[in-house]
């Protein structure tokens, strides 16, 4: 019961302030359940293999649905739809200079380009420009909706999955004891718009905002109370 509060308010909180993303369509608890107990499509922190000795494949060069069945990085959830880490990644020079960031990092970037990919059932042009990748101003509406998602995932995940942690079975938890998070997949599910953009919120007026706390009642005005003189007067019958 605990859970599902927070779950409550995660999703009032993403139609309230999250308009940019959402729009006026809304999410509703099916938007990701879909008649389920808990969502079919969630992930937690993947610590990798474990190996017996040698070289480490750093996580890469395996098969992952994590990255759209690419051979990048298995998790590329932790660093961005977790942690804060930046993904823009495009050099603005000819040649690699100083400064910028590695291949590894790269590539982290590369594998959630694939999640959101296999997670929307689109391309790369369905954001960008191929001509231009890192220009904003060449790119498509769509791409600022998902710099809005990604954020509200971020949210989602840091501010309502996490803090749940505690009251989770340890069944539902991952191998490092972590709740089972939120990503594109979640409320996408292979469609370019959660449920093919139909309007979840309409129904469910209570979920389309986070609940007011109750006003305070006014107190109540304390009488005046008379001074000790008065009441010995009143007390002994005063001058009459």
């Known amino acids: 019961k605990k859970v599902a509060r927070v779950m ?55 098969s992952s649905v ?27 020079t000819a040649l690699r200079d100083e400064g910028g960031v590695s291949l590894k990092e790269s590539e982290w970037g590369y594998s959630l380009m694939m999640h959101f990919s296999s997670a929307l059932g689109v391309n790369c042009t369905y954001c960008h420009n191929s001509r231009a990748f890192s220009r904003w101003e060449e790119s498509s509406p769509q791409r600022a909706t998902a710099w809005h998602g990604i954020r509200m995932v971020r949210e989602m995940n840091n501010d309502y999955v996490d803090p749940t942690t505690d009251w989770l079975p340890p069944h539902r938890l991952g191998k490092l004891g972590d709740a089972q998070k939120v990503n594109c997949e979640t409320c996408h599910q292979g469609a370019y718009k959660p449920l093919l953009g139909a309007n979840m919120i309409k129904d469910y007026p209570s979920l389309a905002r986070l609940a007011q706390p109750e006003p305070e009642a006014p107190a109540e005005e304390a009488s005046e109370m008379p001074e000790a003189s008065d009441m010995a007067d009143m007390a002994t019958g005063g001058d009459q």
Not at 70 to 85: H, N, W
């Open 8 to 62: 409550i308010q995660m999703t009032q909180n993403a139609n309230e302030n999250w308009s940019q993303h959402v729009g006026g369509a809304g999410v509703t608890c099916y938007t990701c359940h879909r008649g389920k107990n808990v969502p079919e499509y969630v992930w937690n922190i993947n610590p990798g293999h474990t190996v017996a000795g040698g070289m480490k494949n750093q996580m890469q060069n395996v």
């Open 66 to 92: 994590a990255a759209g069945l690419s051979s990048l990085p298995v998790d590329p959830f932790t660093p961005y739809l977790l942690d804060a880490r930046n993904g823009r990644h495009a050099g603005t």
